[in-house]
């Protein structure tokens, strides 16, 4: 300490220059500035002229003031100054470090180094050596070890060299290692993190010599358990240690290649040890799901790999009758068409179904009886989901039978009932909306679907919550039952479209395929397999190969694991059959450790670093030392104005004009969400990018703009992303129907049409609210005649992120506006093909996915920018053949 | 031997390349001044057409202009414009005063006033005299050649120090002397004195740069003269300007009384003026008889 200051000096006797300053001071004032040099020819008329006052021939007080400060600088900057330097270590003789490196010290591994580089800084300082001492088993699954007393650089290299590991502490072991130990000091940088053998190790830890322990504060731990599956969306589970204030709290749902399909965001409230976050994602998407991670510091606790059991979900189908698949009236022909896209389809009796393990058996009006039921019942007990059509057959059992029948939901009455037909009063009726409860809650419910013909539920207490779906008078259709761990799903109708039309509908679809996505997932391997580690998860949730000491694993383990060097945390098991080990499974609950006896606390993020602050003094003189030059120059009247003038020009940058009128830019439709204009700005901006370089068109950046607020006259074409609750004003809509009728192109995107279903909800039904009040002409599909496929490149698809879904045009020519459509109408989220983020990536993923999707969904973009700028210049193309055939004739 | 060959043989390309510009900016300049002037206006020995005057006794025969005396029944005599040819001799300071500017914006004063003798050999060649430079050769080229032949070897003269050569010229020649004429007067009193008493009449134009007419210097200078004079420090260059100021004019002062007595013209330039006026003052007083 120095002065108070936490102020240190590496080599104090470069300071006894300072007292050579008052000799540098004099030599300054005797040596007075050296004149200009110039060549004159009149020489000879200046001999013997004076001038009548005398000119400061010695250096000003401040210049030299200036100097000398400037070489102050540079001897107390050679001196090796370190600011902040902590104090000194308690103790002498050898310093002892001990490191958790276990799972929980992954996030703030750098700082837990730097604490860990400060320590020893400060025992070579003292010319103290050090020993280290890390608690968690190695990969060779060694024991903790204690090191020799080694000096500060061999241990730095060490230090290193050193990785957090994905496996717990062994805080017993390192204890034994501790055992008849002494040092001069103990610094102890903890994970914070409760074990079973904290007391041993702390008492041993005291033992040794007075103890410094060191923890973040407050300790942050997450740790994202195993998900669970719902119908609809993957319900992710996390664990944390109860914090003092609120923690915001991203989970991102990632494919195999590293792209992030979806995010959530969520915010654990203050003293929550445990939080769920539902990711909304279509059934399609989620099967290429293949980890859950944490949005923060990278860590194996906050990655969850998903295997098999979330994804796989064997159908069989029980195909007792001949004809079920007859096209068109077989039973099964509509099952298996509804799920042979998303799932594996599996066929046979009903012997064949269970021998290998399947998640769904759907049977399609089949009577159940005798051995057969009670091994489906056995089945369905073990957690299987069985799906059951109605029909004929059950119909005509009789009341008993139905009774005696184990697996139905509901008790069924005999007979079945008609609606409608030639001797009936009573119309085919339609279904209801289904309730929030149901799996089929949102799924949009055609008015077209009827239902004729139905089985009827007895009437119990149970009923209502047991139905899924029901007929707008309120009677069951589908109805589903718990049954010892599994469940059981029975249409009132048939598979086929006997009794009601609902099989020829998209609904049906949808409806089977949150069925099975409800169901429960299938192991692929038995119970005593031993299943081979094939990659593993380093400390920082980064996928390696398994560490040296990993060995098999079987599958009745991997039910209740242990996470050890043995069997670290990855994938195991062959590629049909790949099962996932996961950290957050194998941790019990998190709690705080409590310190080590007798230890003085600090803060891990809260001990400054230690900087050594000479570079920036040298740094400093040098700059003044350039302002000393400039000074003499301007003294000795060397230095020019346009000198100056030049230097000021070098040293400021330009400032580029962002007046809109004076440079093209593309505008985009400020939505109120700043995810979503977040998107589109960063869309336009890789546009402009794009443009730039591949056409003559100059873009400039990006503009925001609120129509009726803004000026939309300087734009050639608006990017509007359509949000769930876009409500522009009568204001804004009377500014875009001006923008448009003078020429103006808006491109509308709902972002979600296509292969994008379900990232947007809602946006369709904004941009039915919207186009309300907007004057958009009769629109036709986008086809590969249109000027705008053909303007810049030849187009056949216009992708986005998205592809698939229609683009809309203006469908007449409307020679007025240069037969420029006003709007173009698509869903494909364009803006998130074309955004490039700040190191020139393209941070949204496109779906399905490839580079050629996105030079594609690019091309369309440079397209509808010539199309702008350019009108129907191309358009005459179209017309190319007609005048060579004149010119012919 | 081949290394002098080797450097002369530069020497003429560098001047070669630099010439032609300069012939023709003094061609230009002489182009512009040509236009404000005129021949003799007398009668005499010449090709341009004067005057038609009547037939006088005395005259002989011969010189009646028949064209003319057809149209009426007197007979006339066509008489031309008096051309004599008269030699000017030219010279110009080469002395390393001259070769100096005093920012990159100016022309060398060496450069302005091979540039003013140049335009006004061009003016003289063209109005039928005989140019000459002194300590050149005694003959010099004559018709559509002379004005390069005056350049060539305007470019081989040697630096004389600062005065004109001791040569011999004829009497009642013409001389033109372009310098900075910032040596002390009693050299050049002797200079002009001597070529007066051929008698020779003559002009004298200096060439200043304005840095030298006004000093613009400021603060602490260190000048270095250009011809081995001593370096003099000046600590403050501001309280000097005054000083120098009337130094300088003491000087121009004693040039034009020197060219008075010998009944010489006396001219100044700035080489941040353009060089047409100075050459029109010139060619107008060697134009009077």
Known sequence: MIFGLPLVFAAPWLLLALPALPLLWWLLRVTPPAPRVQRFPAIRLLDGLHAPERTAARTPPWLLALRMFAAGLIIVGLAGPVLDAAARLPGDGPLLLAIDDGWATAPDWTARMQAAQGALDRAERDGRTARLLTTARTETDQPPRLSQPLLAPELRTRLAALRPKPWPPDRAAAAQALAGVTAGAVTYIADGVATADDAPFGKALAAVGPVTELRPDPVIVRVARPPQAEADRLVARISLLPQPADLPLGVLAQTGDGRTLARVDTVVPAGSSAVEAAIPLPPELRNTITRLVLDGPASAAGTVLLDERWRRRPVGLLTATEGADTPLIGPLFYVRRALAPTSELREGNLDALLARAVSVIVLADVPLEGEAARKLEAWVDRGGLLLRFAGPRMAEASGNTLARDPLLPVRLLAGDRQLGGALSWSQPAALARFEGASPFAGLAVPAEVLISRQVLAEPSAQLVARTWAALADGTPLVTAGPHGAGRIVLFHVTANADWSNLPLSGLFVDMLRRLVDLSAGVAGAAEDTVLAPVESLDGFGAVAAPPPAAIGITAADLAAPVVSPRHPPGLYGPESGRRALNLGAALPELALAAPTPGAALATLGGTVRERAIGPSLLAAAVALLVLDLVLSLWLRGLLRPAAVAMLLLAAVPAHADELPALNTRLAYVVTGDTTVDGISKSGLAGLSVYVNRRTAASLGDPAAVTPGKDDLAFYPLLYWAITADAAPDAQAIAALNDYTSRGGIILIDTRGSGSGEGFAPGTDAALQRITRGLAVPPLAALNSDHVLSRSFYLLQDFPGRFTGDTVWVQRDQDRNNDSVSPVIIGGNDWAAAWAVDAQGRNPYSTIPGGTRQRTLAYRFGVNLVMYALTGNYKGDQVHVPAILERLGQ | ?289
């Open chain 2, 1 to 289: 031997m081949k290394t002098e060959f080797a450097r002369t043989a530069r020497r003429a390309e560098a001047l070669g390349a630099r010439l032609p510009p300069l012939l023709v900016a003094a061609q230009r300049v002489a182009a512009t001044v040509a236009q404000g002037v005129h021949g003799r206006r007398r009668v005499g020995q010449g090709d341009s057409f004067w005057q038609y005057r009547p037939f006088n006794t005395g005259d002989t025969p011969g010189r009646i202009d028949w064209r003319a005396s057809a149209k009426t029944d007197r007979a006339y005599v066509r008489e031309t414009e008096w051309e004599a040819a008269q030699t000017v001799y030219l010279w110009r300071d080469a002395s390393p005063s001259m070769d100096w500017r005093s920012g990159a914006a100016m022309p060398f004063k060496k450069e302005r006033a091979e540039l003013m003798l140049l335009a006004l050999a061009a003016l003289l060649l063209r109005g039928g005299e005989r140019v000459r430079l002194i300590g050149g050769p005694l003959r010099q080229r004559g018709g559509a050649g002379a004005l390069e032949g005056v350049a060539e070897t305007l470019s081989e003269l040697p630096d004389s120090g600062g005065l004109p050569p001791d040569a011999p010229l004829p009497r009642h020649a013409r001389v033109v002397l372009i310098g900075d004429f910032l040596s002390p007067l009693p050299g050049i009193r002797a200079a002009v004195g001597a070529m007066a008493a051929i008698p020779v009449q003559g002009h004298l134009l200096q060439v200043l740069d304005p840095a030298e007419a006004l000093l613009p210097y400021s603060g602490r200078v260190r000048f270095q003269g250009t011809e081995a004079e001593r370096d003099t420090v000046v600590p403050r260059v501001e309280g000097i300007r005054a000083g120098y100021a009337e130094a300088l004019a003491a000087q121009l002062h004693g040039l034009a009384a020197l060219c008075t007595a010998a009944g010489w013209g006396f001219g100044t330039h700035r080489t941040d003026h353009a060089p047409e006026a100075a050459l029109l003052g010139l060619y107008a007083t060697l134009s009077r008889p």
